[in-house]
Nanobody, 125 residues
């Protein structure tokens, strides 16, 4: 089971980035909730967004609502995080995640079933 994240980088405030997370080793039917957490230096890991690939329901943390959009491509078993209007406080390592069922405390990192490796996002002028 592997979650491969990509797309991080350096961007100026107000800019945009798109992260991708490709899954292998399991199908959508097994873990149909995919999402993102992030961790900034010196801070705890923070939930960002989830998508339920069964029905495309989406959930966002208040800190990113209206600026980030999570989407999925079932055929490619891949999830995307389109980030716009980026702020310096969005700087963090972003981790893609998988969860068997969103009927849980899905903003709690301990509830996540699978973690991918992180991708660094830096927002700076």
């Amino acid at each position: 089971v592997q979650l491969q994240a990509s797309g991080g980088g350096l961007v100026q405030p107000g800019g945009s980035l798109r992260l991708s997370c490709a899954a292998s080793g399991f199908t959508v039917n097994n873990y149909d909730a995919r999402g993102w957490f992030r961790q900034a230096p010196g801070k705890e890991r923070e939930w960002v967004a989830w998508i339920d690939l069964k029905d495309d329901s989406t959930y966002y943390a208040d800190s990113v609502k209206g600026r980030f959009i999570i989407s999925g491509d079932i055929a490619k078993n891949t999830v995307y995080l389109q980030m716009t209007s980026l702020k310096p406080e969005d700087t963090a390592v972003y981790y893609c995640t998988a969860l068997e069922d969103l009927d849980t405390d899905y903003d709690n990192p301990e509830e996540v079933d699978y973690w991918g490796q992180g991708t660094q996002v830096t927002v700076s002028s």
